[in-house]
Structures are given as C-alpha cells and as structure tokens.
C-alpha cells in the first residue's frame, strides 16, 4: 500500500482564505506589500500585532508566511492576497472547491447565481495560471497541475502550425499521372495532389482538361498555366495538324504574342511563268524555335491545309502576319 505521509496535505481550503484574505482587507491589509509593511521588521512581535489586530488565526498567517517565503516574492508583493495565496493550493483542490460552490450557486440563487460563480470560476482559471514554484516536485500529486497548462499550449501549438506559412504552401494542385506530350490535349491523365512548391499551379481539373500542352510535360508535374494553350485557342485545335515551317526572324514581326492565331503567307521563292500567288493559311502559331535569321515556327494547320502548306515548304517562304479584325 503506498504510504500516504509522503503525500503533501492541503488542510486550508479556498474559503478559509478567501474569508481570512477579506477579513485582512477591512484593516486595509490588501496586498503582500500593505502585509509587510503591517509586520515590519520586528517578524515575531508584527505578527502578534496583525493577528491581534485583526483577529485572525496566528497559525494560519505564520504557515502563509513560511509558504510565502519558500516561494520567494519579492516581485510579486503588488499582488491580491487572496490571488496570492490561492496560488499554494494544488489546481486538484482548487477546482475541486470551486466546483462544490458553482454548484451550490447555481442551485439555491437563481436571480443572480451568473455574476455569483464568477469569482470561484476564476480562482480556479487563475490557477492554471499561477502556480507556486515548485510545481514538479511531486509529479504524482501535480500531474494534473501539469496537464492544465501543458494541453492549452498544445492546443495552440497545433492551431499556429495549421495557419503556418508553410502549411500554407502545402496545398492541393493538378499534376499529371502520366507523361504529355507537347501539343496534345489533356483528357484524364490528371490528379489532384498536395505540392509545398508549386505556388502558381492549377487547382482544379476542369481547369485544364481539354487544353492542350505547349512542352513536353512529365508524369507528376503540377501543371502551371505557361505550359498549356488557353480554353480559347484549345478548343479551335480540334482536328488540326501540327508543322514546322521554316521562316527568317525578319519575316514576322518580334512583337507578336505566342501562342495566337495568325495569317501563315507561303511565298514563293522564284518568280517565273509558272509560279502562284502568295497562299495564305489559317494558323496557330504555338511557338517560335531557335536562333539567328533562320528558325522554325511551330504551328497548328487545319487538317485540309496541312497537305498543301507542307508540299510549298521547299518553294515557298514562309511570313507570319496578323489576322484582320
């Protein structure tokens, strides 16, 4: 059987200080400082004095001293008594105390019983605020002394980490179950995943579904906007066929914005008795390739044209122009 001396006993309830505290307050002894001041320097003949004063229980004020002084509060000598002292007891006995009086309230004052349980609520609440220095002594009797205040800041703890900027970043984005490649349309091969990286990805699949991709996309990738046509253009690519045409960077203005919709003019190169007019075709000009004078336009044809524009490439120069409003 465990031997209950070595458990520390706790005799003076909330009542018997709150009425020792008030009965201390009528002779205008309020705080620890009006307390000291009221003792002074001579200990053993300042307290005959208050305790005969005041008519309080010597005992009592000599077991609160010793407590006190065990506690060392030197900086807290602007505190309440009653706020003080109530910091002795163990938050067990406290709530336990405070519990009985709410109770007891609650069930025989009616009129006024919430302005009542305040105060034996917040001795209580206080408590788990305020405790005495040597809160982790006995871990057996203080055990729920720690769970009162460890589980607040958990609680805390948990809330800043879900409101954290990381957290933040970490949300939910479209990325690919499997390799795109460039210029086709995206149909089910996406998913809804968590990314802590992808800041300006897509977040939703209607978004992307039946665009087409502008570079090769690999599998997991969370899809941003710069790597797909728009919803406009996607769905006039219907039935077109991608070609490269060749064409001089002097033959299209740099100002163009890619990927448009734009007039491709095949021109030929030698003008004789044989040779046709300038051939123009409708296009989506999805980007420009390479360097120097000589590059290649990637562009989308309709399925009818591309015939005819990929026979004219070895005749023909190729210009990019806007088309008429």
């Given at each position: 059987?465990e031997?209950?001396?070595?458990?520390?006993q706790?005799?003076?309830?909330?009542?018997?200080?709150?009425?020792?505290?008030a009965?201390l307050?009528?002779f205008?002894?309020?705080?620890?400082?009006?307390?000291?001041?009221?003792?002074?320097?001579?200990?053993?003949?300042?307290?005959?004095?208050?305790?005969?004063?005041?008519?309080?229980?010597?005992?009592?004020?000599?077991?609160?001293?010793?407590?006190?002084?065990?506690?060392?509060?030197?900086?807290?000598?602007?505190?309440?008594?009653i706020?003080?002292?109530?910091?002795?007891?163990?938050?067990?006995?406290?709530?336990a105390?405070?519990?009985?009086e709410?109770?007891e309230?609650w069930?025989?004052?009616?009129?006024?019983?919430?302005?009542e349980?305040?105060?034996?609520?917040?001795?209580?609440?206080?408590?788990?605020?305020?405790?005495?220095?040597?809160?982790?002594?006995?871990?057996?009797?203080?055990?729920l002394?720690?769970?009162?205040?460890?589980?607040?800041?958990?609680?805390v703890?948990?809330?800043?980490?879900?409101?954290?900027?990381?957290?933040?970043?970490?949300?939910?984005?479209?990325?690919?179950?499997?390799?795109?490649?460039?210029?086709?349309?995206?149909?089910?091969?996406?998913?809804?995943?968590?990314?802590?990286?992808?800041?300006?990805?897509?977040?939703?699949?209607?978004?992307?579904?039946?665009?087409y991709?502008?570079?090769?996309?690999?599998?997991?990738?969370?899809?941003?906007?710069t790597?797909?046509l728009?919803?406009?253009l996607?769905?006039?690519?219907q039935?077109?066929k991608?070609?490269?045409?060749?064409?001089?960077?002097?033959?299209?203005?740099?100002?163009?914005?890619?990927?448009?919709?734009?007039?491709?003019?095949?021109?030929?190169?030698?003008?004789?008795?044989?040779?046709?007019?300038?051939?123009?075709?409708?296009?989506?000009?999805?980007r420009?390739?390479?360097?120097?004078?000589?590059?290649?336009?990637?562009?989308?044809?309709p399925?009818?044209?591309?015939?005819?524009?990929?026979?004219?490439?070895?005749?023909?120069?190729?210009?990019?122009?806007?088309?008429?409003p």
């Amino acid at each position: 059987m465990e031997d209950k001396k070595d458990e520390p006993q706790d005799p003076v309830t909330i009542e018997q200080l709150r009425d020792f505290a008030a009965t201390l307050k009528g002779f205008g002894i309020d705080t620890l400082d009006d307390l000291r001041l009221s003792i002074c320097k001579d200990f053993k003949t300042g307290i005959e004095r208050v305790t005969c004063r005041t008519e309080t229980s010597k005992p009592l004020l000599m077991a609160l001293l010793i407590t006190e002084a065990r506690d060392d509060a030197a900086r807290k000598g602007k505190r309440r008594l009653i706020h003080y002292w109530s910091g002795f007891k163990s938050f067990r006995s406290v709530y336990a105390l405070s519990k009985t009086e709410v109770r007891e309230i609650w069930n025989t004052n009616r009129a006024s019983r919430w302005r009542e349980i305040r105060e034996p609520i917040g001795i209580a609440f206080r408590r788990w605020l305020a405790g005495p220095k040597g809160f982790f002594i006995n871990w057996r009797t203080h055990w729920l002394d720690a769970l009162v205040i460890v589980l607040p800041l958990t609680l805390v703890l948990l809330l800043l980490l879900q409101t954290n900027p990381f957290n933040k970043n970490r949300l939910h984005y479209v990325t690919t179950t499997a390799p795109v490649p460039a210029f086709h349309k995206i149909s089910d091969q996406v998913e809804i995943k968590t990314s802590p990286i992808a800041r300006s990805a897509f977040t939703a699949i209607s978004e992307v579904r039946n665009r087409y991709t502008l570079a090769d996309i690999p599998a997991g990738a969370p899809l941003q906007s710069t790597q797909l046509l728009s919803p406009e253009l996607s769905a006039k690519m219907q039935g077109r066929k991608i070609l490269s045409v060749p064409i001089k960077a002097s033959n299209y203005s740099p100002t163009l914005t890619l990927p448009n919709q734009l007039i491709l003019v095949l021109s030929p190169r030698n003008w004789d008795s044989t040779a046709t007019s300038s051939i123009p075709f409708d296009a989506i000009v999805l980007r420009i390739e390479g360097s120097g004078e000589t590059r290649s336009a990637i562009v989308a044809l309709p399925g009818d044209q591309f015939d005819a524009a990929a026979s004219k490439l070895g005749s023909h120069d190729a210009f990019l122009t806007e088309a008429v409003p």
